[in-house]
């Protein structure tokens, strides 16, 4: 945890930028009938039955001392679509910086093993390079801002409470 704590006290140094990264699964459902139109005093209504049409992983990664989110929604939670968003990371939103500060919780596809799963050996030693990975402990993954940032989104945007 002291760890984790160090890392935010530090002040932001545009070539280690400390940048959290977390993942959730939500569920997608679609109208079974169409909502009730508003009228003067009462607001659109919905039917409580609803069609599910199967899930999305979103990922997420918060830079916390500049405010910068950047999301991808995949249809799962591989090692594979891990390392993509990883990458995506490191060439498209930080090319220009040193070292990326990843804070995120020890999901087992949250490895730079991961990396070497998806790409040839020296795409993921390149990318692996460019990261140095804090992961917060055990039971301690409300330490991850970015986890915080999806609890918001997921009450705010997604209906999930």
Request: proline residues 7%.
């Amino acid at each position: 945890m002291e760890e984790v704590l160090d890392i935010y006290k530090k002040p932001y140094d545009p070539q280690y930028p400390q940048v959290c990264m977390d993942e959730m699964s939500t569920q997608l459902i679609g109208e079974v009938r169409a909502p009730l139109p508003a009228s003067p005093g009462k607001p659109l209504r919905y039917d409580t039955e609803y069609k599910r049409n199967g899930t999305a992983n979103i990922f997420i990664a918060f830079e916390p001392l500049v405010g910068q989110r950047y999301t991808k929604v995949t249809t799962q939670r591989t090692q594979v679509d891990w390392a993509c968003f990883i990458r995506e990371l490191v060439d498209q939103h930080y090319p220009h910086v040193e070292k990326m500060c990843l804070v995120m919780d020890n999901l087992n596809t949250h490895t730079k093993a991961s990396l070497y799963e998806a790409f040839d050996p020296s795409e993921a030693k390149r990318i692996a390079d460019k990261l140095a990975i804090h992961y917060t402990p055990k039971h301690g993954s409300w330490l991850n801002m970015a986890e915080i940032e999806l609890s918001h989104l997921s009450r705010q945007c997604l209906g999930e409470h």
